[in-house]
């Protein structure tokens, strides 16, 4: 590989990978009528509800100027940019030129449109690659579709790299440590080894010796289309009924210094028990839970970017050392597709 190639693969790391699916917003913050502007992978988007309720996700870009479109406002179906009026619909094409008929802008697709579908309160887009240009079917988490859990979304921008929001997860052996001094994480010990196991999309990583303790066990998914993480948090019998709290996470890349972290917060709770949990974490546990979010974010923040270069790894790291060996080979895939595409004979028209 030469020195480009290698950089490229770094770039587009850091930036995230392409050919997947990632959680950009919530249902809620995109009402009837109104605009939604979000960035993700990089990319400056904007999303909004049509009069026919359908969810609509392009580049938030004018063709006529590049203006935002998020400044602007829906019309009927498309979005219309407050500059000079372009209405756009949601393929990226040109609707309408109010100011000028029979504009030969008409009609042209003139910037990117994004698949977006709605579960679980959570706004999900497809990012195509060029060895996967058409969406790739939205794998859910089993606790979205089961009807076992009961589930709040929440979500925070981290200033991190989203690579090592994922590799925080796929750390256990952080927890005793950092988060030594919370409600639900102050327990067991604070030596053990861990052990890898290969899961369907992605692995399995977890504490040896102890379980239910702390954070003892997290499931790192990264390969089915569908990136997301799951860990269990024990709670005490004041905690509420249901057990483990499971927290489903899925960290959408901001930009390279910036990510995106959606928490469905997760019980397996039915009947009165469901709203039993419900008022327990809104009055009592929430703020909690963010107290170890944040120690988590902080932490984060505060590695250097590069950080990486000078570390010394050791036995509780084969999780991290895994993502990075899978994430890394996924990488070169695309960008070596994207070299092929490039290399491939253009047709000529008059053939």
Not at 24 to 38: E, H, M, N, T, Y
């Amino acid at each position: 590989m030469d020195a480009t190639f290698k950089e490229r693969v770094e770039e587009r790391l850091n930036q995230g990978l392409l050919g997947q699916w990632y959680v950009i917003a919530k249902s809620k913050q995109i009402q009837p009528g109104g605009l939604f502007r979000v960035k993700a992978l990089s990319r400056d988007l904007v999303l909004w509800r049509g009069e026919d309720g359908v969810l609509r996700c392009t580049e938030d870009y004018c063709p006529h100027r590049g203006a935002p479109l998020s400044e602007g406002s829906v019309k009927g179906k498309h979005i219309a940019c407050a500059y000079h009026g372009i209405e756009m619909d949601g393929e990226g094409v040109v609707a309408k030129v109010p100011a000028l008929r029979n504009c030969p802008l008409e009609g042209r697709k003139e910037i990117d449109s994004f698949v977006v579908e709605e579960h679980a309160g959570g706004v999900f887009a497809y990012f195509p690659s060029a060895d996967q240009p058409d969406p790739t079917p939205l794998v859910l988490p089993y606790e979205f579709t089961n009807g076992a859990y009961e589930f709040f979304l929440t979500t925070s921008l981290w200033e991190s790299n989203y690579r090592y929001a994922i590799e925080n997860i796929a750390d256990p052996m952080h927890g005793p440590h950092l988060h030594g001094d919370t409600f639900t994480l102050s327990g067991g010990s604070r030596e053990d080894k861990v052990k890898l196991t290969a899961v369907d999309g992605g692995f399995v990583v977890e504490r040896v010796a102890q379980q239910g303790a702390n954070f003892d066990w997290a499931e790192v998914i990264v390969e089915n289309g569908t990136p997301h993480c799951r860990v269990n948090i024990p709670y005490p019998p004041a905690g509420g009924p249901g057990g483990m709290m499971r927290v489903v996470n899925f960290l959408t890349p901001v930009d390279e210094f910036n990510c995106r972290i959606f928490f469905w917060r997760c019980r397996k709770v039915k009947g009165i028990e469901r709203e039993v949990w419900r008022f327990l974490f809104r009055t009592t546990f929430e703020p909690l839970h963010w107290y170890v979010l944040e120690q988590d974010r902080r932490m984060l923040a505060a590695m250097k970017p590069d950080a990486r270069n000078r570390e010394r790894l050791y036995q509780h790291d084969i999780g991290i050392t895994r993502l990075r060996q899978t994430l890394s080979k996924m990488a070169r895939a695309q960008v070596s597709a994207e070299d092929a595409l490039k290399e491939e004979p253009q047709v000529s028209q008059n053939a």
